[in-house]
């Protein structure tokens, strides 16, 4: 079975600085990984997915992820962030095209003005 | 074009009492999943219907069940309600022909047990 681990539960940045948000997975086949964000009352939204091809992932709102199978890791990075990114982000896996997703428990993203 | 939408957005049940949420999926989509996001923790995996089907299932009783209708929008229903099914309850739509991988969220109905 599949199990995603975020190790940080909250992560306060001050604006424009960069952030990192740290993602592992366990699994016994070769998975496919996504970043979500949550803002306030809403549902949630797709930042960027790896399926294969290039290890470095680009995605919406300036974020990027980098895959490493040797450390079974998919953090998630952003260069600048801005008050707006302000939300909960959650790390998941999926063994194939139609398989259940695996969400991570979410790290909490507080942009400090 | 619309996006996943649900209804109703706020719910509050009595234990005991029986629920009924619906979704919509976003135009073109033929798969539906539902999750259950307790309080602070991420979505956890209820079940998904494709071709009005359950095709896959998560640790979920028995008394969630669900229904997918022909124009592929898709009902969840509790019953028995317990207080631990307080939660936002979460549908995800997919095309399962071109892009089966990218799952659209719908806000949500935020469901209280009392």
């Known amino acids: 079975a599949q199990s995603v681990t975020q190790l940080d539960s909250q992560v306060p940045v001050f604006e424009e600085a960069p952030v990192e948000l740290r993602c592992n997975y366990s699994?016994?086949?070769?998975?496919?990984l996504f970043w979500y964000v949550q803002y306030p009352n809403q549902g949630l939204q797709l930042l960027l997915k790896?399926?294969?091809?290039?290890?470095l992932v680009k995605g919406i709102n300036g974020f990027e992820a980098e895959f490493n199978k040797s450390q079974t890791s998919f953090h998630l990075r952003k260069p600048s962030v801005h008050i707006s990114d302000t939300a909960e982000y959650f790390c998941?896996?999926?063994?194939?095209?139609?398989?259940?997703?695996?969400f991570g428990p979410g790290t909490s993203l507080s942009v400090i003005p | 074009d619309a996006g996943v939408t649900q209804s109703p957005t706020h719910l509050i049940k009595t234990r005991g009492q029986q629920v009924t949420l619906r979704c919509s999926p976003k135009?073109?989509?033929?798969?539906v999943s539902w999750y259950q996001q307790a309080l602070g923790q991420g979505p956890q995996f209820i079940f998904q219907?494709?071709?009005?089907?359950?095709?896959q299932r998560g640790n979920f009783p028995d008394r969630f069940s669900g229904h997918q209708f022909p124009n592929y929008s898709s009902e969840l229903n509790v019953n028995a309600l317990l207080l631990g099914d307080s939660a936002l309850y979460l549908c995800?739509?997919?095309?399962?022909?071109?892009?089966?991988?990218?799952?659209?969220f719908g806000p949500g109905t935020r469901l209280t047990v009392t």
């Open positions: 790896y399926l294969s091809g290039s290890t």
């Open positions: 995800a739509s997919s095309d399962s022909g071109t892009h089966p991988y990218e799952q659209y």
């Open positions: 699994s016994s086949v070769s998975v496919y």
């Open positions: 135009s073109g989509h033929d798969t």
């Open positions: 998941a896996v999926r063994k194939t095209s139609y398989d259940k997703v695996i």
């Open positions: 219907y494709y071709e009005e089907e359950e095709r």
